[in-house]
T-cell receptor, first 117, second 114 residues
Framework: GAVVSQHPSRVICKSGTSVKIECRSL??????MFWYRQFPKQSLMLMAT?????????EQGVEKDKFLINHASLTLSTLTVTSAHPEDSSFYIC?????????????FGPGTRLTVL | AQSVTQLDSHVSVSEGTPVLLRCNYS??????LFWYVQHPNKGLQLLLK??????LVKGINGFEAEFKKSETSFHLTKPSAHMSDAAEYFC????????????FGGGTRVLVKP
């Protein structure tokens, strides 16, 4: 149980285009989902927290207009990188937390590798 | 505020020898602590977690960690390394005071030599 999927696993796009990444909880309802960014050989940095049906809360320094997050249902959150530039190239990882389980535990997706040319 | 320091960015061990990954944390409230493993270009897998129960925590794949409040440490150990243990390991802290957000350490890359 507690499986989280991400789609796509890898995406290459041209500079200036927008890219949407999906995060799904497959066997539980995720009241809260998180989006992280990981640069090569570095740790994970929390970008934003989203609760189903409400606006996402962004961490300091993360541009909310550039990284649009939607959490429309208890099993799906999307991250849209708008007008992507090469510096947005990174590994994006989502996680999900269930209100019915240990409130501290997050279940992670496999990640999406974004490359902006 | 909470923070995590992983004391070694790289650890190299021979197959069959013990592994020790060191982690110190800082938290203004009773913390929950986790160890995650990440294989190349993969997501994170939970190895074990401490949430105020037994201080010696046993996880998957033969790993265990001991919570020592007096030393603010949560070191990860395994008695005998396997080639498949080569990966990046993250120590993570969470607490109610921080809104149950996860704060990651910088990671320790483990190399296992045959």
């Amino acid at each position: 149980g507690a499986v989280v999927s991400q789609h796509p696993s890898r995406v290459i796009c041209k500079s200036g285009t927008s890219v949407k990444i999906e995060c799904r909880s497959l066997d539980f309802q995720a009241t809260t989902m998180f989006w992280y960014r990981q640069f090569p050989k570095q740790s994970l940095m929390l970008m934003a927290t989203s609760n189903e049906g409400s606006k996402a809360t962004y961490e300091q320094g993360v541009e909310k207009d550039k990284f649009l997050i939607n959490h429309a249902s208890l099993t799906l959150s999307t991250l849209t990188v708008t007008s992507a530039h090469p510096e947005d190239s990174s590994f994006y990882i989502c996680s999900a937390r269930s209100g019915a389980r240990d409130y501290n535990e997050q279940f992670f997706g496999p990640g999406t590798r974004l490359t902006v040319l | 505020a909470q923070s995590v320091t992983q004391l070694d960015s790289h650890v190299s061990v021979s197959e069959g020898t013990p592994v020790l990954l060191r982690c110190n944390y800082s938290s203004s409230y009773s913390p929950s602590l986790f160890w995650y493993v990440q294989h190349p270009n993969k997501g994170l897998q939970l190895l074990l977690k401490y949430t105020s129960a037994a201080t010696l925590v046993k996880g998957i794949n033969g790993f265990e960690a001991e919570f020592k409040k007096s030393e603010t440490s949560f070191h990860l150990t395994k008695p005998s390394a396997h080639m498949s243990d080569a990966a990046e390991y993250f120590c993570v802290v969470s607490s109610r005071a921080a809104g149950n957000k996860l704060t990651f350490g910088g990671g320790t890359r483990v190399l296992v030599k045959p």
